[in-house]
């Protein structure tokens, strides 16, 4: 595969961490750097590297502060029309080419007047239905890559290299990571374990409002709740009683995810294996959409080595690792949401 990669600023730093990046984790591609400030045309021009790339990924790296004027101007509405020129770019584009597009956004240092978050934020959502197109706004990977010292000055006015290395390599994980997400098996369906996994505490033990979901395990639930939103269907697989299941749902007063949310279930004491391949033929899915999300390593490990179709994530030990866990969870990504998503479940 090919990542075509095409700037507003010079991007060749980012070949060597994706490179590295692709290297250690067996993905075999091959990145290059195509037409320095020519995002337009790499999309536009029917002859270009874009149009010819045939198996892999075209990437437009953008950074707000190449396209928009420093004058004395409305800085925001200069924002809002370069953001309708890519959009238009991109609706142009799509048809014609062979391999995703990824609008990847870079930090700006452009003034806060310019409300460049809402910017990408409108942009990712008008191209969510645009077939072969992900936006990325650089709000998601400052989430995920929270870099500190991103900005490099003397780059700048040298090179035209904005970046600090560390920046740039967050820029390339994120790249890797698109690309991953266009190559990996489509994955639909969250199944969830409960006790230690959903919440804190064992529910036939502590009782209904007796288990803990606050802390990581609500960044957890709301985590969850986010991708019921974008499309996941949300399961539940638990060694349990199912009384006692249902009842932290009814009673717990602070549970971000509702019993609604959820699917199917499966809460006995079968072995997770059976009862994900129960799950999988009433939702008439193959267990390769599955993804089940558990503490234990033993049922991990049931899991991995009887289905090894299901991308099996066993939670960290210690909870407040939970949180950047779910973030570096390539596997859970969706980075494109159209209305057909949202309806889904």
């Given at each position: 595969?090919?990542?075509?990669?095409s700037?507003?600023?010079?991007?060749?730093?980012?070949l060597?961490?994706?490179?590295?990046?692709?290297d250690?984790?067996?993905?075999?591609?091959?990145?290059?750097v195509?037409?320095?400030?020519?995002?337009?045309?790499?999309?536009?021009?029917?002859?270009?590297?874009?149009a010819q790339?045939?198996s892999?990924?075209?990437?437009?790296?953008?950074?707000?502060?190449?396209l928009?004027?420093?004058?004395d101007?409305?800085?925001?509405?200069?924002?809002?029309r370069?953001?309708?020129?890519?959009e238009?770019?991109?609706?142009a584009?799509?048809?014609?080419?062979?391999?995703?597009?990824?609008?990847?956004?870079?930090?700006?240092?452009?003034?806060?007047?310019?409300?460049?978050?809402?910017?990408?934020a409108?942009?990712?959502?008008?191209?969510?239905d645009?077939?072969g197109?992900?936006?990325?706004?650089?709000?998601?990977?400052?989430q995920?890559?929270?870099?500190?010292?991103?900005y490099?000055?003397?780059?700048?006015?040298?090179?035209?290299?904005?970046?600090?290395?560390?920046?740039y390599?967050?820029?390339?994980?994120?790249?890797l990571?698109v690309?991953?997400?266009?190559?990996?098996?489509?994955?639909?369906?969250?199944?969830?374990?409960?006790?230690?996994?959903l919440?804190?505490?064992?529910?036939?033990e502590?009782?209904?409002?007796?288990?803990d979901?606050?802390?990581?395990?609500?960044?957890?639930?709301e985590?969850?709740?986010q991708?019921?939103e974008?499309?996941?269907?949300?399961?539940?697989?638990s060694?349990?009683?199912?009384?006692d299941?249902?009842?932290?749902?009814?009673a717990?007063p602070?549970?971000?995810?509702?019993?609604?949310?959820?699917?199917?279930?499966?809460?006995?004491?079968?072995?997770?294996?059976?009862n994900?391949?129960h799950?999988?033929?009433?939702?008439n899915?193959?267990?390769?959409?599955?993804?089940?999300?558990?503490?234990?390593p033993v049922?991990?490990?049931?899991?991995?080595?009887?289905?090894p179709?299901?991308?099996?994530?066993?939670?960290?030990?210690?909870?407040?690792a939970?949180?950047?866990?779910l973030?570096h969870?390539?596997g859970?990504?969706t980075?494109?949401?159209?209305?057909?998503?949202?309806?889904?479940t």
């Amino acid at each position: 595969h090919r990542i075509l990669v095409s700037g507003t600023f010079t991007t060749e730093p980012l070949l060597a961490p994706l490179a590295f990046l692709a290297d250690r984790l067996g993905v075999p591609v091959s990145a290059e750097v195509r037409g320095y400030g020519q995002v337009h045309q790499q999309l536009l021009a029917p002859a270009s590297d874009f149009a010819q790339n045939q198996s892999g990924l075209n990437v437009a790296l953008v950074r707000w502060d190449d396209l928009v004027s420093g004058g004395d101007g409305d800085l925001h509405a200069a924002a809002m029309r370069a953001a309708a020129e890519l959009e238009a770019s991109l609706r142009a584009a799509a048809p014609r080419m062979r391999v995703p597009v990824a609008l990847v956004l870079g930090n700006s240092s452009l003034p806060a007047v310019t409300r460049i978050d809402d910017v990408e934020a409108e942009l990712a959502r008008r191209r969510a239905d645009g077939g072969g197109v992900v936006v990325v706004t650089s709000a998601w990977i400052r989430q995920r890559y929270g870099v500190r010292d991103w900005y490099d000055a003397a780059g700048e006015k040298v090179g035209h290299i904005p970046y600090t290395d560390a920046y740039y390599a967050a820029l390339a994980t994120t790249i890797l990571r698109v690309h991953a997400l266009g190559s990996a098996p489509a994955r639909k369906v969250i199944v969830l374990d409960c006790d230690n996994t959903l919440w804190g505490g064992v529910c036939g033990e502590v009782g209904a409002t007796g288990v803990d979901v606050e802390g990581s395990w609500r960044v957890l639930q709301e985590f969850m709740v986010q991708k019921a939103e974008e499309g996941w269907l949300l399961c539940l697989a638990s060694k349990n009683v199912e009384s006692d299941v249902r009842a932290v749902f009814d009673a717990h007063p602070d549970m971000p995810l509702r019993w609604e949310h959820v699917v199917a279930w499966r809460i006995d004491w079968n072995r997770k294996s059976e009862n994900l391949l129960h799950l999988a033929d009433e939702l008439n899915l193959g267990i390769g959409a599955f993804v089940l999300l558990d503490d234990s390593p033993v049922e991990c490990g049931e899991v991995r080595s009887t289905l090894p179709e299901v991308l099996v994530l066993q939670l960290p030990q210690d909870p407040s690792a939970i949180p950047s866990f779910l973030d570096h969870a390539w596997g859970l990504d969706t980075l494109r949401v159209t209305a057909e998503d949202r309806r889904r479940t």
